[in-house]
């Protein structure tokens, strides 16, 4: 069997050496690497260390995984928050680091640049890099048919921001990962060297077709390899798959709809326990030349929603308005919010059991961050009310591909874009037993554990339910 290996490093020194094949120390990691939110994140769990061995927050840090004959750095960044824990139950104390990738000095960077007429966009992505600076991994092929600029440029501020509008602009993804800036385009073709992944190169269970009836997606889980990048692609050979393309009870499979081929690797998700024989990561690919957008259904075609019955012309004008500016079909939101709100699409409708609010539910927390609160959502109109459903689901814009999604966006985000075997919540073991408790409905199977595919059967009832009640 191949033996694990890790270590980590803080401000430059080792903190926990290189441990190989040995479970002297635990490690539990969890790293989401997503260039939609420009950042990768990192929570890692250690047991049982000294107390006089916290980190601080804005150490740098550097986690290092993998197995013997492939190990480098799987998350490079810094901690912006160190919390102590004791599990439920155990007698075990847990030192958890909370991480997002860049430089706790630098992640803010700032310039003063112009640009005049005729510039390169990739001229300027490069300029921008050197100016924070971090080294930058971007493929000029991808802008080949990019315009130059039209009016000139100036920087003088937020080189993130900077970033970030080019990146609408331009239609192009970026992020910092391992202490780079890496810019791609998801859907087009790539020059990086193909990773292998079938039976016999690590791969983990079946691969799941995703991205609506076409199949422009995979879903895919391999023994952890920290090789993979954002940037890179894989081939997928498997004889079998699973389909997880939206919701299958209103669309079809159409064509050939199996998972092998090349993808772009859209996003990645590393995982582990020391104390476990599996490390994972897991691919969500794209095949290169398409886009993902959001399933068309039969209602989509024709104007109508479901629900559309249960509200007035003026809610059914705005969600079909957020729909568009969000790229998310207006029926999945529709159906959310017809379960969310017990089928009465009530402003004030309430969870007696928690703070949750309103159309989605709103947490107190939720509310306040897009700057309102349960109280006062609770006294508006629904029609005033979707102006802060659009604000919540605003950052998801661009993610949600399935009704799936839509509804985890609201319920727990960490499941956006996960396959539907994907674990959510376990009653007995794990961070999130309240949570389990909780929801402890959706567990229909009733073996103590809540998978996305549980979940999400409630949101897929609530669209096929809402199809007697079109308008």
């Known amino acids: ?81 160190t919390l102590r824990e004791r599990e439920p139950g155990s007698p075990e104390i847990i030192t958890r680091l909370i991480c997002r990738s860049g430089q706790a000095a630098t992640d803010r960077a700032s310039a003063q640049l112009s640009f005049g007429v005729g510039t390169r966009v990739e001229e300027v992505i490069r300029a921008l890099a050197a100016a924070w600076p971090l080294p930058i991994d971007i493929d000029n092929a991808q802008f080949a048919d990019a315009r130059p600029l039209s009016s000139g440029l100036v920087v003088d501020g937020d080189i993130p921001q900077a970033m970030t509008d080019l990146a609408y602009a331009y239609k192009f993804e970026w992020m910092q990962d391992r202490g780079r800036i890496v810019v791609t385009k998801p859907n087009m073709p790539r020059t990086a060297t193909v990773v292998k992944v079938d039976q016999f190169s690590g791969m983990i269970g079946i ?24 940037n890179g692609k894989i081939n997928v050979e498997s004889e079998f798959a699973t389909f997880n393309t939206g919701n299958l009870f209103v669309t079809e499979l159409t064509g050939d709809a ?36 959001a399933t068309e259904t039969a209602t989509q075609q024709n104007g109508k929603l479901v629900w559309g019955a249960r509200v007035d012309q003026a809610f059914r004008v705005k969600v079909r308005e957020i729909g568009g500016r969000l790229s998310i079909d207006p029926n999945w939101i529709m159906a959310v919010m017809g379960f969310e709100t017990g089928y009465t699409f009530s402003p004030a409708a309430r969870n007696p059991g928690s703070t949750a ?55 727990w ?59």
């Open 1 to 81: 069997m191949r033996k694990q290996v890790w270590s980590i490093d803080v401000n430059g020194q080792p903190y926990i050496s290189q441990q190989i094949g040995s479970r002297q120390f635990r490690i539990q990691f969890n790293i989401d690497i997503s260039p939609g939110d420009a950042l990768s994140f990192a929570d890692i769990r250690l047991y049982n260390l000294d107390k006089g061995s916290n980190v601080a927050q804005k150490s740098s840090i550097v986690l290092r995984a993998g197995y013997e004959d492939n190990v480098d750095a799987v998350f490079t960044g810094y901690v912006t928050n």
């Open 207 to 230: 691969p799941e077709v995703s991205r609506g009836p076409d199949g422009l997606g995979v879903f895919v889980a391999v023994q952890l390899n920290p090789a993979l990048r954002i």
């Open 258 to 293: 199996t998972a092998n081929g090349e993808y772009n690797i859209f996003a990645m998700k590393h995982s582990g326990d020391s104390h476990s024989d599996l490390w994972r990561t897991e691919i969500d690919g794209l095949r290169a030349g398409t886009t993902p957008t």
């Open 357 to 411: 609010t309103g159309l989605i539910q709103f947490l107190e927390a939720s509310a306040r961050e897009i700057g309102t609160s349960t109280a006062q959502l609770a006294r508006m109109t629904a029609v005033r009310q979707l102006d802060y459903v659009e604000a919540y689901y605003k950052p998801y814009s661009g993610r949600i591909r399935n009704l799936g999604d839509a509804y985890l966006a609201v319920l």
């Open 413 to 471: 985000p960490a499941a956006v874009g996960r396959p539907d075997s994907y674990v959510m919540w376990e009653r007995d073991t794990g961070p999130y037993q309240r949570e389990y408790a909780a929801n402890s409905g959706l567990d229909v199977s009733r073996n103590g554990v809540i998978t996305r595919g549980e979940a999400v059967a409630s949101v897929n009832t609530s669209y096929m339910r809402g199809q007697q009640f079109v308008r």
